[in-house]
Every structure is written in structure tokens, then in C-alpha cells.
């Protein structure tokens, strides 16, 4: 049997991974935007299974960067995206919109938008959408000024409605994870997923590059890499003598779940920051003695980080990342349509004996979205949306069959 066959596994024991999967603890790792597009389709497709999702806290680019700086917190921005896609409280599409000029004005024509929506809805989703509403005007309307003093000469231009409200929860509240779970409980986030950070601690990102040092995954995100087939990476607390530490609920998930899926992301600033906080890969090491299996569903195309990769070394650089070998890879096979100089990681069977693979058409071109143009950062957020559907089928079907 060939390591690599379209749409099945080079798994000899297939039983052996089904009976891991959909009927216990699964934790998504990785990327912001990458678990936001596939995670909803993931959950839905495992009714049975308990989700915990940990989500990076280095970000630093951008209007997260800004906010960062001006309130002295953790990155909030992955949060955030995750928790917006996963909520059943159509108020959460405000979340998503980003302030220009107007500001307070702004605020309250995104309200006001929404309540002519929710006259579409049954009387118990409209009341439940209008208390949201409520809460998030009384809770961000006094607090502009404040912010936009606190953000400087660009005030809150670009800023997330959802990255200030989840912020100002962090600010009266007991820390990152307490903040996540009051937005993700406003926002009737399952209760069958649990949204935690990767850590509580204010850090960032530093990566070695050849020969050059980088510090910050805003300015380390935004550059062309070197040598992309040797970079390493780490992380560093914001206050000089303190060591960062994994957020013990996001740690203890890893180490004890039954299956592990890393979401698409960068490969050094999402999925290697992340699991660059001390604590996380001898986690994903406990996991395996925990007779659990890591999945990981590889980015849709060779981008700038991973530079004249092939899929073997990308397979394997994850593993170094996270400090344990990948079990399972499921990788997009589509072409067809994808951006101009973008093509998805080639592969020769011959040199991957030890690797299973699944290919599949995970790429969704269609679905990818329209830049905001209130985003500082856009252009740095993939182009080709990851098909979380498919990903799921495959997941549904070949796992939980």
C-alpha cells in the first residue's frame, strides 16, 4: 500500500484511529483564522466528542499589536475570530466588524443593523440577540474615549468591535481565560466546547533566521524568511525575568485527549509560537504516551514561510514544532483557480514510508474573503479559505464511519 492514496489513509489499522475519534475529548490547535473557518463544520460533524479549542496569544501585528501595546495584555485577536465563527447568537457578526473614522457612530449603526436583521427571527432568538446587543453597547460605549486615548494617534481605527469588547473584559475581569469565557457564554458558544488560550502570560514571539534574530510576530510575520528550512522559534515574557508559562486548562487538554487536530496557520508564527510556550510540547509528548493521535490538516498552499518545501519536510518540521510525529496529514490536492504563483505542497510517495497522508479537495477559492479595508493586516491572511466541510466529510467519513 502506498503512504499516499486520494481520499484514503496509508493506515494498515484504521480501526484502531476510529475508535479515538468523535466519542471523547478532541482539542483543535493552531491558527486563528484557520480554526475559525474549519472548526464549526469539525463540531458539527462530532456531535459525541468534547471540544477544547487553544488559541495563540503572541500576536502582535496590526491593530492587535496597537491594543497590545496601549492596554499591556495578551493577544486577543485569535480568541476572538474563533468564538465569533463559533457563535449561535447572530449578534456575534458585530464582533467582526472593524471601526474606521466614526467610531461611536459607527458602533451604533452595526447595532442598529443587526436589530433590523433580528425581525427575521422567532421572538426567543430576537429577545436573546437584543439583551446582546444591549450588553455590548452599554459595555464598549463609555469605554471609546478611554480606548481611543489609551490607542494613540490612530485610535481605534481598525480595531475589531469584538477584540475592544473582549479586551474590556480582560481589563474587569481575572485574566485572558476568564475574559473568553464571558464572551463566549454572551456570544451561546456550545457548551460542549471549551475556547482557552495557549497562555495567560503577556509575550512574544522571537525567531533565528540564518544568521539574523527577529523579535515580535508582527514584524516577524510581514518579512520574506531567509532560510524558511531552518528557522527556529520562541517565546519571551514582556516583563525581563519572568518565564512564560502554558495556561494549565489548555495544557492539561493536550496531554489527555483522545485526538489532536492542528488547524491550518503559519507554521512558525501560529502553530510554532504557540507551541513554543513552555509546557505545550511536553504536553503533546504526554499525549502520545496517552496512546492519543495528532492530526494535522496542512495549509492549502506553499506560502512564504514554508518556501521550497516539499510535503515531507513540511510533515516533519511540524513534528519538531510540536515536539511529537504527526500520525495523520490530510492535504489539499485542488489546483484549479487557486491565486496566481499559489500551488499546494508536492510530494514523492517514494521518500514518505513513514508518513500517512490524505489528499483531498480541501481548498475552497470561492469562499475566501473580501479583504476589510479597515484591516491593517489583510494582506498578510491566506488568500485560499481551507474547505472546512470537506475536511470534516473526510474526517466524518473515514474516521467515524
Keep these: 500500500m502506498s503512504s499516499i492514496e486520494t481520499n484514503g489513509f496509508g493506515f494498515e489499522h484504521i480501526e484502531d484511529l476510529e475508535d479515538q475519534v468523535g466519542r471523547q475529548d478532541v482539542v483543535l490547535f493552531g491558527g486563528g483564522s484557520g480554526t475559525a473557518s474549519v472548526a464549526p463544520e469539525f463540531i458539527e460533524a462530532m456531535p459525541d466528542a468534547r471540544f477544547t479549542i487553544v488559541t495563540g496569544t503572541a500576536d502582535s501585528g496590526g491593530a492587535t499589536g496597537r491594543l497590545r501595546q496601549a492596554f499591556d495584555t495578551p493577544a486577543v485577536g485569535d480568541s476572538r475570530r474563533i468564538m465569533t465563527a463559533l457563535s449561535r447568537n447572530p449578534a456575534g457578526e458585530i464582533f467582526e466588524r472593524r471601526f474606521g473614522d466614526e467610531g461611536e457612530q459607527e458602533l451604533d449603526a452595526a447595532i442598529a443593523d443587526m436589530r433590523e436583521v433580528s425581525q427575521g427571527f422567532g421572538p426567543q432568538q430576537r429577545e436573546a440577540v437584543g439583551r446582546t446587543l444591549d450588553g455590548i453597547r452599554k459595555l464598549l460605549m463609555p469605554r471609546l474615549i478611554e480606548f481611543e486615548a489609551g490607542l494613540g494617534r490612530d485610535g481605534y481605527k481598525g480595531q475589531s468591535f469584538g477584540n475592544i469588547y473582549t479586551t474590556q473584559r480582560l481589563m474587569e475581569g481575572r485574566g485572558l481565560a476568564d475574559a473568553i469565557g464571558s464572551v463566549s457564554r454572551d456570544l451561546d458558544v456550545d457548551s460542549r466546547v471549551n475556547v482557552v488560550p495557549v497562555s495567560e502570560d503577556r509575550h512574544h514571539l522571537v525567531m533565528l533566521d540564518g544568521k539574523n534574530v527577529y523579535y515580535e510576530e508582527g514584524r516577524i510575520d510581514d518579512m520574506e524568511l531567509e532560510e524558511p528550512h531552518n528557522a527556529q522559534v520562541g517565546v519571551y515574557h514582556v516583563e525581563a525575568g519572568r518565564t512564560v508559562?502554558?495556561?494549565?486548562?489548555?495544557?492539561?487538554?493536550?496531554?489527555?485527549?483522545?485526538?489532536?487536530?492542528?488547524?491550518?496557520?503559519?507554521?512558525?508564527?501560529?502553530?510554532?509560537?504557540?507551541?513554543?510556550?513552555?509546557?505545550?510540547?511536553?504536553?503533546?509528548?504526554?499525549?502520545?504516551?496517552?496512546?492519543?493521535?495528532?492530526?494535522?490538516?496542512?495549509?492549502?498552499?506553499?506560502?512564504?514561510?514554508?518556501?521550497?518545501?516539499?510535503?515531507?519536510?513540511?510533515?516533519?518540521?511540524?513534528?519538531?514544532?510540536?515536539?511529537?510525529?504527526?500520525?495523520?496529514?490530510?492535504?489539499?490536492?485542488?489546483?484549479?483557480?487557486?491565486?496566481?504563483?499559489?500551488?499546494?505542497?508536492?510530494?514523492?510517495?517514494?521518500?514518505?514510508?513513514?508518513?500517512?497522508?490524505?489528499?483531498?479537495?480541501?481548498?475552497?477559492?470561492?469562499?475566501?474573503?473580501?479583504?476589510?479595508?479597515?484591516?491593517?493586516?489583510?494582506?498578510?491572511?491566506?488568500?485560499?479559505?481551507?474547505?472546512?466541510?470537506?475536511?470534516?466529510?473526510?474526517?466524518?467519513?473515514?474516521?467515524?464511519?
Excluded at 489527555?256 to 496557520?265: E, K, L, S
Excluded at 510540547?281 to 494535522?296: C, I, S, W
Excluded at 484591516?375 to 467515524?400: C, F, M
Design 245 to 401: 508559562q502554558a495556561y494549565r486548562a489548555a495544557s492539561e487538554a493536550i496531554a489527555t485527549a483522545d485526538t489532536i487536530v492542528v488547524m491550518p496557520g503559519s507554521l512558525y508564527t501560529s502553530i510554532g509560537a504557540s507551541a513554543s510556550v513552555p509546557g505545550i510540547k511536553q504536553a503533546f509528548a504526554a499525549n502520545k504516551e496517552h496512546d492519543g493521535r495528532l492530526v494535522t490538516i496542512a495549509n492549502m498552499t506553499v506560502d512564504r514561510d514554508t518556501r521550497g518545501m516539499e510535503l515531507a519536510e513540511y510533515i516533519a518540521k511540524q513534528g519538531h514544532l510540536l515536539g511529537r510525529v504527526v500520525d495523520l496529514t490530510l492535504v489539499n490536492e485542488v489546483t484549479e483557480g487557486l491565486p496566481e504563483g499559489k500551488v499546494p505542497f508536492s510530494y514523492d510517495a517514494s521518500q514518505m514510508p513513514d508518513m500517512r497522508v490524505v489528499t483531498a479537495a480541501l481548498a475552497d477559492v470561492a469562499g475566501a474573503e473580501s479583504a476589510d479595508p479597515n484591516d491593517a493586516i489583510a494582506h498578510l491572511r491566506s488568500q485560499v479559505k481551507t474547505n472546512g466541510a470537506v475536511a470534516a466529510r473526510v474526517i466524518r467519513e473515514r474516521l467515524l464511519a
